[in-house]
C-alpha cells in the first residue's frame, strides 16, 4: 500500500490514482464508483482490465487525465493462470467449455518448451470477446448476439513469457507485455501450440510502467473517504443490488460460483455446520 493516504490527493487539479480492481467490476463499473464516491468531476481510467481479471487499474483526474495515453501506452505485467484441456468462446470464464481434450500425456519439459515462441514481436488475433470495434460497433456486443466477425491480428510485443508453476491442468504464468496485448488470446495460441487447446482461469495486471498493484488503493478504502452529503443538497438515491457477472455478460462464471456454492453448502450440510454467507455483488 502507498504510504500516500487519500486524504493527501487533490483530485480536482488532478491526480494519478491507483486502484486494485475487485473480480467482476468493469473497469467503467470503478470508475463511475469513485467518481461517484469522491464526487469528482473529471475522471477516467489508463488501460481496461476484463470483468474476470483483478489488480492494478489506474484512475486519472482533473489535469492528468492529460496523462491517460502515456501511461495506457507503457509496458504491463500479469500473473495468472492457464487451464489445459479446455477451451471456451470468450477463451476464459465468461463462456462455457466448448471443447475437451486430452492433456495428461504433456511432460513439464514439454509445456515449458512452448513458451519461447510467444516471446519477442508476435502477431496475435484479438478475442471475438472485446472491446475491439468491428464496423463501429464492439466485437463483444457481436460476440453475445451469436454474430461472428472477423477481426484482424496485430503486432504485440511480449518481452517475458515465463511459467512459475505447472500442475496440469493448471499452469500458472508471468508476463510482461506491449499495450494491446491480450492474455487470453495469449491462452488460446498456447494450448493451440500444445495441441490440447487452455484458456485463461485467473488474471492479476500487477505492473503498468513504475506503476505496481502493491501501491493501490481498495475500493473499499475510497468508499471510507466518501464526504458528507452537503445540507439541502438531493438525498442520495437507495442503492440497488445488481448480479456483475449478469450485467458484464458472465453466465458461464456465474454458474460456476453458484455450483461452487453449493457444493460448499452440501459439505457443511453433511458435517453438520453452517455455511458462510455467499459475498454480496458490487453495488450500483
Known sequence: MSTKTLADFDFETG???LLDKPLTWTSFDVVRKVKSALRIGKIGHAGTLDPLATGLLILCTGKKTKEIDLIQAQEKEYTGT???GETTPSFDLETAVDLVRPYAHLTDEEVTAATPQFTGLIQQTPPIFSAVKIDGKRAYELARTGQEAEIKPK???IKIFELTRIALPEV???VVCSKGTYIRSLARDFGTALGCGAHLTRLVRTRIGEYRVEDAFSLEAIEALRPPRPEGDRP???E?????PNRAGLQYFAALQADA?????HQAHEAGET???APENPPE
Do not use: I, N, Q, S
Not at 456454492?261 to 453448502?265: H, R, V
Open 15 to 17: 491526480e494519478v490514482l
Open 82 to 84: 492457464f487451464r489445459l
Open 155 to 157: 503486432t504485440v510485443d
Open 172 to 174: 500458472d504464468f508471468r
Open 236 to 238: 442520495a438515491r437507495p
Open 240 to 244: 440497488r443490488p445488481r448480479t456483475a
Open 261 to 265: 456454492l453449493a457444493a460448499k453448502e
Open 275 to 277: 455455511p458462510a454467507a
